[in-house]
Structures are given as structure tokens and as C-alpha cells.
């Protein structure tokens, strides 16, 4: 069960609710509001007030969502240039930029994706094709939903014991790749799995008739028409993983930074934290900087959540 | 003009922009220079000290842009405990070194050295739309925060004073500061009541303190001064009357028993590189103005000398 | 098969042939047996981190209640670990964290329950159209963001109209929080609701019902289960938030039932000890896995018991 942030659209992928059914909504006639003659003006009252209470909810999420985004543009616009892109975090707000934390970023989803692909989409692969049909596989899968729901934090703490200590990595990007690979590892898997599901066992067919093996049905057939689905997930997947600041800001801690990383063994700082750092700061110049910080982060997901829905409409296949 | 091309000119145009930054090096300043100087340098300790050191750090990478520094802030005593095992090069600390983390820096072979930067006058701090506090004596600091305190009320502090709750703000046990202040207090080092709030981060102190009329908390006075419209700062009074915290009264000894000395430690293994060497040199140099500019008290020069003394002798070492 | 090998003359073209396609059967079954050992050990890895979690939790918490009884840490009530005398109680941490999931919890049930039923029975499509993914875009906003709206916007917004004394507060983290997990309630709520088959409220118009009638006593009973595990779910995704409530609700262990104070959740409580830089092997260091066992047990089970109703109750039309 993904519980966390949802990148956009996939809380429906993996609900468990939606999983066991396939009804399409209601498409129905609208009912006459109100003109049977045996509609008390009460209940013709009540019903037009909770249609409007109902409305007030879905308003005010909608109006929450616009206070912050009017919030973070106000504050961070005016301190959102060049040279806020380019440059290192300094005491003083004027000269603050979040270049180590881009670039950490850039290095701690690129690693991220270099396990988390591999490792994701084989087990995905290894679930829908080859797996049988055993209590033992059950269990597994149970147990891949069960780790979708783990709080972030946790896998920090694994993170920080495993490879931070015991496995003395120290607080270096690769800690921090392996970390966020954990994290977004379930929900890799499961949009793949999804995505597998999706190719028509028709094309699995032809494969066998035609004489080959279960492996070459899965290369030459099957992750071919999934491949999209599976990008566009993944993605999905790495944004969530550049949103997310708590396991990070576990093994990276709050640190001053003047570089960028050039190695994987070097410390490192992403978006989030930097964003947290400068939120803490109460000199007034800093939330300017912080919103700033957030503009950014934003536009780095909304880049990445509409490369993923592009690739998702351009490739979706009818079958 | 469909939405997904919008959405993969937009989506593209990003990335690209990122991409194209890295292959670009930022206008580092106007001592731009061709240092050849490499390295890392890892600082972590005292969040008290970190202001200076972090001055310190900005202002060397613009004339040594090559040379990584990361400085940390997990408390004097979480610094102490990776300076004690080799892990960081420099520890800040705002308060002396225990003997008990000599000990162990010496089952593990380090060997460092002690450097003065600067002077603090540890700050008693409240609310701005406090009005009846305006000096507070040693004796009533230590009955607020002695452990097992059961002063609740301002009124319980002294008679004339309100009602009304009052709500601590001080650092963790990790800080320097919280070991400084336990010790000139209540005279006994650590000894403090524990329902108050206790965090790391000055901000969060700051922050709180700002926010809440019936605040009192204390920390480092560069603190203080980066956000004095937030705070209000209270003077001390150990029997000679009330004294704010001020350079003349902090240079002069008057400011006392809250008047400390922060350091660095060096670990003189890491000395044998030139960085690390050039790095202290920096800080020494720069300390007077960075000191002031981040709010603290600069130590009259011939200590920044004594300073450098320290230094030299150290790097002579290993090559004799 | 028959060997066709006539010792000391060439093999004829057919015998090549029939071994090239033996040899090459041969490596196309090697090469299956490669990838799915591959494969295998691929799907290992999401065991391993299961055992990962559990194994750590559970030793270093051992080794913590070797020197802190289980007793004082279940319902000791005040949690000072970093203090002499030091004191284990982790209660403080377990109320803060269920006083800022309660309030969260509040607002996302109102505000999601409403606005699913709007949306799976009042709303024409191509409002649904425009508003969903609206509401998906608010469950992806990262949780740092939240916390410096609820710092910078509805902090000063409460206070300015509720007597708060601190700047630090849960009320602010928990509304914050509870407008960020309002979209996972509402649209779960909404799949349970759509799943409710036609007929039944076909049947409850022809009765004259009118659609507040048919929503809620019709369509909503019937997805109860799925409601209700939606709710469950959202509760355990608040209970594990970090951000929101490291940046907003405070850092003071604090057993109370009042919004208006400071409190510290455990997740909050980690995130203090672990940028502390405490080393392994103190006490204090593990009480990062003890606080985290607790709250890896409190979530799971949550998550348990959010998926097994929906297996029980859900009625299968």
C-alpha cells in the first residue's frame, strides 16, 4: 500500500481497495433535483446544503494548495536569479545559492536510479513471469506492500545503521544512493509489476506457440510493451525519492558545504535538507531564500512528473 | 497546443538548464585566484562556534576553490566524540576540552592542538514583550534552572514579578553551551532541569524565544545579534551589579561568570597537509573581522599570535 | 537422439545444422538459468531489507532494555534522555505523535470524506477531470514545503485570531498535515465509492432519494470498509511524518491533550538525536532504534489492519 506522497496518479495504482475492483463510475442519469411531489423542501434544502459543504471540502484543499504555492512565490521570487542557482550557502541570505544541493541531489538520484532500476525491475520480472504460484511468493509480494507503508524515517535508521556504521560508508553519497534505494525500491517494483500486468497474455502466447522459453517470451515480447510504463513509474519513483528529506537528512546531516560532489565517497546535500536547513534560520532574509529553495525543488518534480506523463500518453498502448 | 508537449519542452528545458550549470563554474569572486590547492577538510562541533567557522570556510573557498571544507554541527560533546576517533580534522568547541575526551584521544592516537578564537558572552534572553525583566541575578538563573527546579511562575523568581508561566529554552546536553552554562551556574557540569525546551539548533531557540511572550532561554550571543528584534537580551548579575554582555564587558572580565573562550581543536596528523595548514592560518588571520562580523568578541591580537606560535610548533614537529 | 556421427568423413550440411540449433537450445536454457538466479537474488533484496528493518530494530532496542526496564519505557511519563537523571519514559513521545496524527487525522477526514463523495457523486466529469489531478498534486508536494507553509502562513494565521502562546505548536502541524494526507483519503474513499455497483442507487433514486440521501445512506455504508481502511492508512502515513512536525510542533516531550502547546513526536525525537551525532553504542544512540521500534510496530500494524478490513468487510457485488 503506497502511503506516502503519491506521485501523481499512481495512489490509484496501488490501492488496495481499487485493486479488487474494476467498476467504471457511475454514468447514470442524474437524478431530478427536487421535483417529486413527495420531496419535503427540507430534504431538497438539506441536499443542496451538503452539496455545498461536500464542494467546500474539495474548495478548501484546492484553496490550501493555492495559499502555499501563492506563499512559497511571493517569498522566493524575488530571491530566485542566477546566482542563487550558482552559487554556495553563506551566512548571509543575499549570497546564499543552492548549487551544492542541486548538484547533490543530481548525484544521489543518479546513483539512486542505478540500483533501484536493476534491482526493481527484476524483481517485478521475476514476480509477474516467473514466480509460481507458492505461499512463499505471496509473502513476498505481502511483504513489498508492507514496505511501501514503512515510514521514511525508518529506512533512515536502517540507512544510518547499515551502511553509515556498520558498513562504513560514511555519510557519502553512496550511503545516501543505497538509502533512497530502499525507500523507493517497493514502489519500483510495483509499478513495474503493473506495468507487466498491463501486455495481453495474447502476446505471451504467440511467444510460446512459437516455441521459446520463458525467458526469451519476458526479453523479446514482454518488457518491450512494458518498457514505457516501467520509465514513466520509475520516474515517478526517483521524484518522490528527490522530495524526500527525513532519511537524508539522517545520513547527510545538517552540514555547510562549499562543494559539490565529484565522487561517490564525498559528503553530500540535497534540496530538501537545505530547504530545512534555511527554514530553521530566523533571520528574515533566509525565508526568502528558503521559498526560493522550494521554487526550485518544485520545478525540479514538476520537470521530471510531466516527462513521466509524457512518456505515459505518448507510448500508452491499446490493446 | 497539446498539454504533453507543453509539459516535455517544459520538462526538458529544466533539465538541460541543470546540466548545462554543472558544466559551469560559478564567478567565484573577485579574489579569484589559480590556487593549485586540493583537498578536504572536515570540521564539525560546537553549533556556538559554527558561525565563525563557516565564515571562515566561505571566505577561504574564494581564494582557495579547490579545497573541499564541510563543516558540521553536532554539538561540542558529538564533535569532541568524532575528533577523539580521527573522523573530522578540526573540532569546534565552546568550552575547554574534558579530560576525559583527552583520554581518549590519546587511546586512539590523536594528537592535537588548542587554538583560541574568540570570546562569547554567553546570553540570557526573553521576549521582547517582556517587560518587568530587565536584570536577572546568578543566584536566580540557578534556582530557575537547577535540576528538580520547582520555579514555574515568574512570581515564584521574585514576588513583584507576574504570575503568569513562565517556558525554558536552552541547548541539549550535546552543546557546549549547555556545559558551559551548568557548570558557571550551578557549578556542577550538566546538572539542569529538563522540562524546557531542549534543542541543537540555536534557531529553533531563537525562533522559539521570539514567539513566546513568556520565554527565557540562553545561548550564544552571536545568536543574539542576528535576530535582536526577535529577542530581547537580559543582564546578569553576579554581585556587581547588572551587566550586559558587550565586547568592552566581555574583554574586561566584567561580564562574568558567562564569558567563555571558544576553540578549535586541530588534530596535527592532518597538519601535514598544506590545505589544513593554510586553512588555520586563514582562520587566524581573518579571525579579528569574521569574529566581529559574526557577532562574537575577537581575543586581543597578541592571542591570535600565541595562536599561530601554537601552530607553528605543531607543523615543526613531524619533520624533526 | 540416434548419433548420426559417421567417424572420419565431414558432417553433412543437415548435421550441422540440427547441432547448431542443440547448441544453441543449449545457451538460450543456460542463459535462462543465469537470469533467473539473477532474478531470484533481484527479488531477494526486498527480503533482505524487511529482515534489514527488523534485525536492527529489534537488537539495538535489546541491547537498549538491557539498561532501561521495558516497564519504565512503556508508561514512564516523562522522556528525558538527555538529561541527569535520565528518564525513559516514552509516553510524552507516543502522545505528541498521536495529538498531531489526531488533529491531522480530523482534517483529512472531513475535508477528504467530502470531497469524495463530491466527486463520485456530484460532480460532472469534467469537474472530476480538472480536480483530481489537483488534488494528486497536493499529496506530491514534498513534506519540507509543508512545514514551511505551516511555519510561515498558518502559524502567524492561527495566532492571529487563537491564543497561542508558542510559536512552536501542534495545531499548526497538525492542519498542515492533515491537508497534506487529505488527497490519499479522498481518493481511496472515492474508489470504494465508485465501486458500489449502479444498481443500488438506481434503486434509491427510483425511490425518490434525493443525492444527499443516495451518498450517504446508500453508497457510503456500503463502502464503509474502504472508507474506513483510508483512514487507517492516512493515520499511519501522519503517525510516520517527519518534517512537518520537526519544523512546526517543537521539541519538547510534552503529555498533553492541548493543541495549542509544543510537543515532540518520536519521529521528530529521532531526527534531534541523530543530527546530534551521538555515537554508536551509548544508551542515548539507542534509543533511536527503541523509539523507532515503536513506531514501526505502531504503523505496521496500521497498515495490517487497513488492509485486512478491506479484505473482510468489502462486499463483493
Redo the contacts between chains.
Keep these: 500500500?503506497e502511503?506516502?506522497?503519491?506521485?501523481?496518479?499512481s495512489?490509484?495504482v496501488t490501492?488496495?481497495?481499487?485493486a479488487?475492483?474494476t467498476?467504471?463510475?457511475?454514468?447514470?442519469p442524474t437524478?431530478p433535483?427536487?421535483s417529486?411531489a413527495?420531496?419535503s423542501p427540507w430534504?431538497?434544502w438539506?441536499?443542496r446544503f451538503?452539496?455545498l459543504?461536500?464542494?467546500?471540502?474539495?474548495a478548501?484543499?484546492?484553496l490550501?494548495?493555492a495559499?502555499?504555492v501563492i506563499?512559497?512565490l511571493t517569498?522566493g521570487l524575488g530571491a530566485l536569479d542566477f546566482s542563487f542557482?550558482?552559487?554556495?550557502p553563506?551566512?548571509h541570505p543575499g549570497e546564499s545559492g543552492i548549487?551544492a544541493a542541486?548538484?547533490g541531489t543530481?548525484w544521489i538520484t543518479l546513483g539512486t536510479a542505478a540500483f533501484a532500476i536493476?534491482?526493481?525491475v527484476?524483481?517485478a520480472?521475476?514476480?509477474e513471469e516467473?514466480?509460481p504460484d507458492h505461499w512463499a511468493t505471496r509473502l513476498?509480494q505481502l511483504?513489498?506492500?508492507?514496505?511501501a507503508?514503512?515510514?521514511?524515517?525508518?529506512?533512515?535508521?536502517?540507512g544510518?545503521?547499515?551502511f553509515v556504521?556498520a558498513l562504513s560508508l560514511d555519510r557519502s553519497v553512496l550511503a545516501g544512493s543505497l538509502t533512497m534505494t530502499?525507500l523507493i525500491?517497493?514502489i519500483v517494483?510495483i509499478v513495474s509489476q503493473e506495468a507487466i500486468k498491463a501486455v495481453p497474455n495474447e502476446f505471451r502466447d504467440a511467444a510460446f506457440a512459437l516455441g521459446a522459453?520463458?525467458?526469451?517470451v519476458v526479453k523479446m515480447v514482454v518488457l518491450p510493451q512494458a518498457i514505457p510504463g516501467i520509465m514513466s513509474g520509475i520516474i515517478l519513483a526517483l521524484?518522490r525519492a528527490?522530495?524526500?528529506?527525513?532519511p537524508m537528512?539522517?545520513i547527510s546531516?545538517?552540514?555547510?558545504?562549499?562543494?559539490?560532489p565529484t565522487s561517490p565517497g564525498?559528503?553530500f546535500t540535497v534540496l530538501?535538507v537545505q530547504?530545512?536547513n534555511w527554514?530553521?534560520?530566523?533571520?528574515p532574509g533566509f525565508?526568502a531564500v528558503?521559498?526560493a529553495g522550494?521554487i526550485v525543488?518544485?520545478?525540479?518534480?514538476?520537470?521530471?512528473?510531466?516527462?513521466a506523463?509524457?512518456i505515459r500518453?505518448?507510448y500508452q498502448k491499446r490493446y | 497546443m497539446p498539454t504533453?508537449y507543453v509539459?516535455?519542452a517544459?520538462?526538458?528545458?529544466?533539465?538541460a538548464g541543470?546540466v548545462a550549470?554543472?558544466l559551469?563554474e560559478?564567478?567565484t569572486s573577485i579574489l579569484a585566484t589559480d590556487s593549485p590547492l586540493t583537498g578536504?577538510i572536515?570540521i564539525d562541533g560546537s553549533s556556538t562556534v559554527?558561525?565563525i567557522s563557516?565564515?571562515v570556510?566561505?571566505e577561504?573557498?574564494k581564494v582557495h576553490p579547490a579545497?573541499?571544507?564541510?563543516?558540521?554541527?553536532?554539538g561540542t560533546g558529538g564533535g569532541f566524540k568524532r575528533f577523539v576517533v580521527g573522523e573530522t580534522h578540526i573540532s569546534n568547541a565552546s568550552r575547554a576540552i574534558k579530560p576525559s575526551e583527552i583520554d581518549k584521544a590519546a587511546e586512539n592516537g590523536i594528537e592535537f592542538i588548542e587554538i583560541a578564537v574568540g570570546f562569547d558572552g554567553l546570553s540570557i534572553i526573553a521576549n521582547p514583550s517582556n517587560g518587568f525583566l530587565e536584570c536577572v541575578t546568578t543566584q536566580e538563573l540557578r534556582a530557575i534552572w537547577e535540576p528538580g527546579s520547582d520555579l514555574h511562575r515568574w512570581s515564584d523568581v521574585r514576588p513583584e514579578f507576574p504570575d503568569g508561566k513562565f517556558r525554558l529554552y536552552g541547548p541539549d546536553t550535546d552543546s557546549g553551551t549547555f556545559d558551559y552554562f551548568t557548570e558557571a551556574i550551578m557549578e556542577h557540569e550538566d546538572a539542569s532541569r529538563s522540562d524546557y525546551t531542549a534543542s541543537a539548533?540555536d534557531?529553533?531557540l531563537?525562533?522559539g524565544v521570539?514567539g513566546d511572550k513568556n520565554a527565557l532561554g540562553y545561548f550564544g550571543f552571536a545568536f543574539y545579534s542576528?535576530?535582536p528584534h526577535?529577542l530581547k537580551l537580559i543582564a546578569v548579575d553576579s554581585g556587581s551589579g547588572c551587566i550586559y554582555p558587550s565586547a568592552e564587558t566581555i574583554n574586561n572580565g566584567t561580564y562574568s561568570p558567562l564569558a567563555r573562550p571558544m576553540f578549535i581543536y586541530v588534530n596535527t596528523a592532518a597538519l601535514e597537509r598544506v590545505e589544513v595548514v593554510e586553512f588555520v592560518n586563514f582562520y587566524l588571520d581573518n579571525a579579528t573581522q569574521l569574529v566581529t562580523e559574526?557577532g562574537y568578541v575577537p581575543l586581543p591580537v597578541e592571542l591570535y599570535d600565541e595562536g599561530r606560535t601554537e601552530l607553528n610548533g605543531a607543523i615543526g614537529e613531524p619533520t624533526s | 537422439m540416434a548419433s548420426l556421427n559417421r567417424p572420419g568423413q565431414p558432417k553433412s550440411g543437415f548435421l550441422q545444422s540440427v547441432e547448431a540449433r542443440r547448441n544453441a537450445r543449449r545457451w538460450?536454457?543456460a542463459?535462462?538459468s543465469v537470469?533467473?538466479i539473477?532474478?531470484?537474488?533481484?527479488?531477494f533484496?526486498?527480503?533482505l531489507?524487511?529482515i534489514?528493518?527488523i534485525v536492527?530494530?529489534i537488537k539495538?532496542s535489546f541491547g537498549f532494555f538491557q539498561d532501561v526496564s521495558v516497564w519504565e519505557f512503556i508508561t514512564g511519563t516523562k522522556w528525558a534522555p538527555l538529561f541527569e537523571p535520565q528518564s525513559f519514559g516514552v509516553l510524552p513521545l507516543i502522545g505528541g505523535t498521536l495529538l498531531a496524527a489526531g488533529i491531522a487525522g480530523i482534517v483529512a477526514l472531513?475535508?477528504?470524506?467530502?470531497?469524495a463523495?463530491?466527486?463520485?457523486?456530484?460532480a460532472p466529469?469534467r469537474v472530476r477531470r480538472i480536480?483530481k489531478?489537483?488534488?494528486?498534486?497536493?499529496?506530491?508536494?514534498?513534506?519540507?514545503?509543508?512545514?514551511?507553509?505551516a511555519?510561515?502562513?498558518v502559524t502567524p494565521l492561527l495566532q492571529s485570531f487563537l491564543p497561542i502562546p508558542v510559536i512552536f505548536n501542534v495545531l499548526s502541524a497538525g492542519i498542515v498535515m492533515g491537508?497534506?494526507i487529505?488527497?490519499?483519503v479522498?481518493?481511496?474513499s472515492e474508489?470504494?465509492m465508485?465501486?458500489v455497483?449502479?444498481p443500488l442507487?438506481?434503486a434509491a433514486?427510483a425511490l425518490?432519494?434525493?443525492?444527499?440521501?443516495?451518498?450517504?445512506k446508500v453508497v457510503v455504508p456500503a463502502a464503509l470498509p474502504?472508507i474506513v481502511?483510508?483512514f487507517i492508512?492516512?493515520l499511519?502515513?501522519a503517525?510516520?511524518?517527519?518534517?512537518i512536525v520537526?519544523?512546526a510542533a517543537g521539541a519538547t516531550p510534552n503529555l498533553t491533550l492541548n493543541p495549542l502547546e509544543s510537543i515532540q513526536t518520536m519521529?521528530a525525537y529521532?531526527?534531534q538525536v541523530?543530527?546530534g551525532?551521538t555515537p554508536?553504542g551509548t544508551l542515548v544512540f539507542k534509543t533511536?532504534?527503541a523509539v523507532?521500534l515503536v513506531?514501526?510496530l505502531m504503523?505496521?500494524a496500521m497498515?495490517?489492519a487497513?488492509?485486512w478490513i478491506?479484505?473482510r468487510y468489502?462486499e463483493r457485488y
Excluded at chain 1, 546531516?253 to 559539490?260: A, E, G, Y
Excluded at chain 1, 527554514?279 to 533571520?283: F, G, I, M
Excluded at chain 1, 525543488?297 to 516527462?307: E, G, H, W, Y
Design positions: 500500500m502511503h506516502h506522497q503519491a506521485p501523481l496518479g495512489a490509484r490501492s488496495p481497495i481499487a479488487s475492483v467498476r467504471p463510475r457511475y454514468s447514470g437524478p433535483s427536487g417529486a413527495t420531496r430534504r431538497r438539506r441536499d451538503f452539496f459543504l461536500f464542494f467546500a471540502s474539495v478548501i484543499g484546492i490550501g494548495l495559499a502555499l506563499d512559497v517569498d542557482i550558482n552559487s554556495y553563506s551566512r548549487r542541486l548538484f543530481i536493476p534491482i526493481g527484476a524483481t520480472i521475476y514476480l516467473f514466480a513476498v511483504n513489498i506492500a508492507n514496505l507503508g514503512v515510514p521514511s524515517i525508518i529506512y533512515g535508521i536502517l544510518l545503521a547499515l556504521q530502499l525500491l517497493p517494483i522459453n520463458r525467458w526469451q521524484s528527490v522530495g524526500e528529506a527525513a537528512l539522517m546531516s545538517l552540514v555547510f558545504l562549499t562543494f559539490i564525498d559528503r530538501p530547504i530545512f527554514v530553521s534560520l530566523p533571520q525565508q528558503a521559498s522550494i525543488l518544485l520545478a525540479v518534480l514538476l520537470s521530471m512528473n510531466s516527462v506523463i509524457w500518453n505518448r | 504533453r509539459a516535455l517544459l520538462g526538458i528545458t529544466l533539465i541543470i550549470l554543472g559551469n560559478p564567478d578536504t572536515e559554527f558561525p563557516q565564515a570556510a566561505e577561504f573557498r579545497v573541499q571544507v564541510a563543516v558540521g554541527v553536532s539548533d534557531n529553533v531563537i525562533r521570539g542576528s535576530a526577535l559574526v | 538460450v536454457r542463459e535462462q537470469i533467473v539473477l532474478l531470484v537474488a533481484a527479488t533484496v526486498s527480503v531489507t524487511t534489514g528493518i536492527t530494530l539495538e472531513t475535508l477528504g470524506l467530502g470531497a463523495i463530491y466527486l463520485s457523486e456530484y466529469d480536480i489531478p489537483i488534488l494528486e498534486v497536493l499529496a506530491g508536494i514534498p513534506t519540507v514545503v509543508y512545514g514551511f507553509f511555519l510561515s502562513f491537508l497534506m487529505m488527497p490519499m479522498s481518493t481511496l474508489d470504494a465508485v465501486a455497483p449502479r442507487r438506481d433514486y425518490g432519494a434525493t443525492r444527499f440521501e443516495v451518498a450517504v474502504g481502511a483510508s492508512l492516512a499511519s502515513r503517525i510516520g511524518e517527519t518534517l520537526t519544523i519521529t529521532i531526527v541523530s543530527l551525532e554508536q533511536i532504534f523507532g513506531l514501526f504503523t505496521l497498515n495490517i487497513g488492509r478491506v479484505r468489502t
